[in-house]
Every structure is written in structure tokens, then in C-alpha cells.
């Protein structure tokens, strides 16, 4: 199983079968061992790079090339449950598989999309041709991700806000899934507007986050840096520039006193929008502003990736807002890191039938290039379907 994983990522642009087999074997004195124990290392302030340094800056760089974004497709059982209901499928291991089988062998993915996030079902499942998702995907030039944490659960002593879980056990975890074939990991956490945010879920938000990206370092995976803020509120685009800019500053503070290396994470921001609910509707270019300006003001130049979530607006919407972003050059690649705004005019198209997967394929395709060309600040919305300019927004969504 590992092997034909192994032999496919020789050929992979990020990865040759040397760091490979390092996975596999004896592991290198590491970051943590150094900032552990202070005595081990000649000064208490001197921090070792982590022996994947130079892999983690190789896998965020490939992650974040031109005209490509990332497939998110890491949907828990449960989540992928709902999904597959809305098309009248139950929520069964073979369903998944079929419809996780028509995303990744899609012809020509690859041109558009350089990583895809997983599950860890998919991570370790074959397609219903029996080939491993993780190799069909290195075959499409497509780096494998992982989806680490353990979900969201309330926060004690928070305004009903919640915590990400998922710390315990993590180092294993990402050392297994290294050796799987995984080469970038992601965290979701989320901060509310109108529950807060509070100090207290902000700081837990931050802290964990920086937790997991020292860890994940430190086995080999990129951390995908997710703080998202969810869209659901009656505020306006002012009020969410302002969390976002007190939630990216504790993000950054404390991935630092982690010692993180900016250059091996990619973040995926919220686009800065009004609520869900606001009267008020923002214009591409207003988004476009207000997220660069936070962006300028609170990412430094050295993380090379800003991987945006779509957070429920419509595929057209979450495409216009990248393509905005992209008009003048930007120190950072800013790209995209969708689930619904990828996957929602395809999960349609398909509904379950064999007959339709090359047409839901085709629609992805279609959506995949879309963002392409919105990365390179090419898109012009034209020819778009009235399904992709549909709304996904969900009050108080679980991912
Ligand atoms: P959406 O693009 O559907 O908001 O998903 C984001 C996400 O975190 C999936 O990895």
C-alpha cells in the first residue's frame, strides 16, 4: 500500500523517494525536542529548524503556484452526509467513496488545482477502481492534504462559543499521515460575531491553531492556518474588519512564540464581507479592499500562501471576490481553498447516477478553471450557470 503511494511521489513535484523514505525511518532531533529542553541546545533562544524545513517551504511553495488553489473535499462523514442527502443518497462508505472517486480522478484537475484537502477516510481509501485516492491524486500533480482537528465543541465560560479540539495524539497522527502521503494538514477553528467574539475564544482560537502548526512542522506537514469567522450576524463589513484584524494579530503572536516558520504555513483567511444578514451588500471590489487591507496590515510577507475559505457565498461570488483580490500583485499568492463554491453546481450535475458523473466532472472543471483564471485576476464571470450564483449560506453551519 505504501509502496505504490511511494513510487508515485517520486515522481511528485514536492516530494523525491529520499524524503520518502525519511518518513518511514529513523526520525531527525526535531523542533519540539530542542524548545523542550533548553539545556539540549546552546542557548535557551536558539531554535533548530525542523529536519523537514526545507520540504515544508518546497510543499507550500508547489501548494501555492500560479493559476492554482486548493480542492477542499475533507468533509466529515457527517458533513458528507448531508451533502450526499440534498441529491436523495444515504450516507453510506460506498457513496462517499463514488462521489470522493468522480472529484480527484476529474481529467485534467491538476492544471488548476494543486493540493486537495481529505478526510481521513479518503487519505486511506481507494477509488471504485481500486487505485489509491492519495496516488491518483500525485498522478494529477495534485499535493495530498489532511484535515487534522477533531471538530468543534463549546467553549465553557464563553458566550456559547466554541473550541477546536484535536491536539491529543496530534504528533502520531501527522507522523502516520506523512508516511500516507499527506504533505499538508488543516485546522479548522471558528470565532462569531454576534456571540462575541470573547477574549476567551479568541486567545483558545489563536493558541490552538499555533499548537498544531508547531507540531504539524514538525512531522513533515504545512499547516493550513484556518481562523475562520463565520459569515452569520446582522454586522456590517466595518465590524468584521475589526475581529479580523484582533483575531490575525493573537493568530500571529502566538504562531510565533511557537516558533513556526512563516515561510512553511499557508493560511485560509474569511474573504472580510458584512454578516449573512446584513442589509447592506458588499460589491467584489469593496471585499477586495477591505481584505487586502487586512491582510497588508497583519500578514507578513514571508507565509507564501492566503488560501481563502468560501464560508457560504455562491460559487460566482466566492470566484468575482478572489478575482478582485488579484487585480494589482500582492506579496502573497492569494488563492482560493473552496469546498461548497467548488463542489456545488458538480454534487448537483452528478445526483448520484453513474450516467452523469463525466458532466459533473465537466462542472468542475468548469469552476476549478473559473478560480484559475480569478487567481491570476483573469476571470470575467461570463457564461456562468444560475445554480453557481446560488447562495450556500447556512446559519450556524458545522463543517
Ligand atoms: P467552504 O469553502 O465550504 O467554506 O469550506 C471551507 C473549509 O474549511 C473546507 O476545508
Known amino acids: 500500500m505504501a509502496t505504490a503511494s511511494a513510487t508515485l511521489l517520486k515522481s511528485s513535484p514536492v516530494l523525491d523517494k529520499s524524503e520518502w523514505v525519511k518518513g518511514q525511518s529513523i526520525r531527525q532531533p526535531s523542533v519540539s525536542a530542542v524548545r523542550g529542553h533548553p539545556t539540549a541546545a546552546p542557548s535557551a533562544l536558539t531554535i ?7 520540504e515544508l517551504v518546497k510543499t507550500a511553495k508547489t501548494v501555492a503556484s500560479p493559476g492554482r488553489g486548493i480542492l477542499a473535499m475533507d468533509e466529515s462523514n457527517a458533513t458528507c452526509g448531508k451533502r450526499l442527502a440534498s441529491i436523495g443518497l444515504e450516507n453510506t462508505e460506498a457513496n462517499r467513496q463514488a462521489y470522493r472517486t468522480l472529484l480527484v480522478s476529474a481529467p485534467g484537475l491538476g492544471q488548476y488545482i494543486s493540493g486537495s484537502i481529505l478526510f481521513e ?16 491524486l500525485v498522478e494529477q500533480n495534485i499535493v495530498p492534504g489532511i484535515k487534522v482537528d477533531k471538530g468543534l465543541v463549546p467553549l465553557p465560560g464563553s458566550n456559547q462559543e466554541s473550541w477546536c479540539q484535536g491536539l491529543d495524539g496530534l504528533a502520531s497522527r501527522s507522523a502516520a499521515y506523512y508516511q500516507q502521503g499527506a504533505r499538508f494538514a488543516k485546522w479548522r477553528t471558528v470565532v462569531s460575531i454576534p456571540n462575541g467574539p470573547s477574549a476567551l475564544a479568541v486567545k483558545e482560537a489563536a493558541w490552538g491553531l499555533a499548537r498544531y502548526a508547531a507540531i504539524t512542522q514538525d512531522n513533515g506537514l504545512v499547516p493550513i492556518v484556518e481562523p475562520e469567522i463565520l459569515l452569520d450576524g446582522e454586522h456590517g463589513i466595518d465590524r468584521t474588519f475589526e475581529v479580523a484584524q484582533k483575531v490575525w494579530a493573537e493568530v500571529f503572536y502566538y504562531l510565533a512564540e511557537n516558533n513556526v516558520m512563516f515561510e512553511g504555513i499557508l493560511l485560509k483567511p474569511s474573504m472580510v464581507t458584512p454578516g449573512a444578514e446584513c442589509k447592506e ?3 467584489p471590489q469593496q471585499v477586495a479592499e477591505y481584505t487586502l487591507k487586512l491582510l497588508h496590515r ?8 492566503i488560501m481563502f475559505l468560501s464560508g457560504g457565498q455562491s460559487e460566482v461570488e466566492a470566484t468575482l471576490n478572489l478575482n ?3 487585480q494589482s500583485p500582492n506579496p502573497w499568492h492569494v488563492s482560493f481553498s473552496y469546498a461548497r463554491a467548488l463542489q456545488n453546481t458538480c454534487l448537483k450535475t452528478w445526483g448520484g447516477r453513474p450516467e452523469n458523473v463525466k458532466a459533473a466532472q465537466e462542472t468542475l472543471l468548469v469552476r476549478a478553471k473559473a478560480n484559475s483564471l480569478a487567481q491570476l485576476g483573469k476571470y470575467t464571470g461570463e457564461g456562468e450557470s444560475e445554480e453557481a450564483k446560488k447562495g450556500m449560506f447556512v446559519k450556524g453551519y458545522v463543517y
Open 48 to 54: 533548530r529548524a525542523s529536519s523537514y524545513a526545507d
Open 121 to 136: 477516510e479518503t487519505l486511506y481509501q481507494s477509488t471504485t477502481d481500486g487505485k489509491k485516492m492519495v496516488d491518483v
Open 281 to 283: 451588500k458588499a460589491t
Open 298 to 305: 497583519r500578514i507578513p510577507p514571508a507565509v507564501p500562501g
Open 324 to 326: 478582485a483580490m488579484n
